[in-house]
């Protein structure tokens, strides 16, 4: 029997791990007990999203008058709204604990190093175990900008930012990013005033410009100050306020500073390998991560890195899929999922969502492509929901119909951009979408304006 080693029990690691086992190999599967479910569990997606829908409540508890409804939020309590997401993630992780027990895995509570040069065997505390095939599935930690006063008190990152259990006063956060904006539009809906100031000329970089700038305007309307093209040169903490921040950045020529009680470090993250000896072994990479081939396989034949550490992708799902790319080829089976159609959201209010090419790419590979709008204002449903103000989707279609590119902002992108991308997939165009019933009335009718 062939023996699959998994170091990292995260989204690239504990679904392929049972996968893996269902098809006979013998798992073995290493992550500290209380780091089950990587980053995206303890300190990521899952926490952040438990926040999102707290904001979210309070956005409709804040407008319940508008439905008849009168009340107020004089309760309001950080603490118990932490609270109600610790019990999520304790929830989730108790269930992966139980995938963990699945027969054909064996789980190794520790830290996994590289050992004895060579890169199928590792050392967990003093046991040593050896593999066919190995994965590393380790993620990422938060990146620090190389500034004086980086890490003063009082400048944390997401994972500090989760534990909050007071609303900080002034919330100054660096980085326009997909971490930076989901803070930046929860705390700014709980009661902060918040600045966000962004190294680029605009938010979300690797979004299509038109939609990332749509949302930075509707986040403005709501109250957070952006600041961008501006990049932070030092941090440091008031002489005579204690607990003040000063964070200085430079803008159209001039040092400026934006005044906090807290500073989110946001600026991104890097590979999690430092602890992995990989240079020993024998395994290939960079700053960006650990360097891996089309199939996510390392310079070492039967030793692959999926999700965050390989750099390419820094989504969960994009983890969970290439691992099973990476099982499919140890395997060898085929595998037909099309990497290369992975949807991204932004879970701020309003939502933002993207798959495949921005308009800039489309039409840089495309001179005849067709771009194709569609607003909320116009449905129904998004009018019930009181959701028309911002919503807007954009389709990149070639001549022939089918779709290079989907681009949503508006109240459930993150749910309506899978239609899109199911129909990438499918190498569908946009008349098969218009010649399918939708339901009515439902926010989806709005992608049938396509046409």
Do not use: W
Not at 53 to 64: M, P, W
């Amino acid at each position: 029997m062939k023996t699959l080693l998994i170091i990292g029990a995260g989204p690239g690691g504990y679904e392929c791990a049972v996968q893996a086992a269902a098809a006979g190999l013998d798992v073995h599967v290493v992550d500290s007990a209380d780091h089950l479910g990587g980053t995206c569990l303890g300190e990521g997606c899952i926490p952040t999203k438990c926040l999102c829908h707290t904001a979210e409540v309070v956005e409709h508890v804040r407008a319940a008058e508008a439905y008849g409804i009168k009340t107020d939020l004089t309760g309001f309590s950080m603490e118990q709204a932490i609270l109600r997401k610790d019990q999520i993630v304790a929830q989730l992780r108790q269930g992966i604990q139980t995938l963990m027990q699945t027969p054909g895995i064996t789980f190794h509570n520790g830290k996994a190093r590289f050992a004895n040069g060579d890169a199928h065997t590792v050392e967990v505390g003093g046991e040593t175990l050896k593999a066919d095939y190995v994965i590393v599935a380790t993620g990422s930690v938060p990146k620090f900008l190389p500034i004086p006063g980086a890490h003063t008190p009082g400048v944390i990152t997401s994972t500090e930012l989760l534990q909050l259990t007071e609303v900080p006063k002034r919330l100054c956060v660096i980085g326009g990013g997909v971490i930076g904006l989901e803070f930046a539009s929860i705390f700014n809906t709980l009661g902060s005033q918040v600045t966000v100031i962004e190294y680029c000329k605009e938010i979300l970089p690797n979004f299509d410009k038109d939609i990332a700038k749509r949302l930075r305007t509707a986040l403005k309307k709501r109250g957070i100050e952006f600041i961008t093209g501006a990049p932070v040169t030092a941090i440091h903490a008031d002489e005579s306020q204690e607990g003040l921040l000063h964070v200085s950045y430079e803008h159209r020529s001039a040092v400026h500073d934006a005044l906090a009680d807290v500073v989110l470090m946001a600026v991104g993250r890097a590979a999690h390998v430092e602890s992995l000896n990989l240079a020993e072994a024998g395994i290939e990479f960079t700053p960006r991560g650990i360097t891996v081939n089309e199939h996510f396989e390392t310079s070492v034949p039967g030793v692959y890195a999926v999700g965050d550490v390989n750099g390419r992708l820094q989504l969960a799902h994009a983890a969970t899929y290439q691992s099973y790319h990476v099982l499919d080829h140890i395997l060898e089976r085929p595998n037909h999922t099309d990497l290369s159609l992975v949807p991204a959201a932004v879970f701020t209010q309003p939502e933002a969502a993207m798959v495949g090419l921005t308009e800039e790419q489309a039409k840089a590979t495309f001179e005849a492509t067709q771009v194709r709008k569609a607003f909320y204002r116009a449905n129904g449903r998004a009018l019930t929901m009181d959701a028309g103000a911002d919503g807007y989707v954009k389709l990149l279609t070639a001549p022939d119909g089918s779709v290079l590119g989907a681009h949503i902002i508006g109240a459930h992108a993150s749910e309506l951009i899978h239609e899109l991308t199911l129909l990438m997939s499918l190498g569908g165009t946009i008349d098969q979408l218009c010649h399918t019933v939708h339901a009515h009335p439902s926010l989806s009718e709005v992608l049938l304006a396509l046409r």
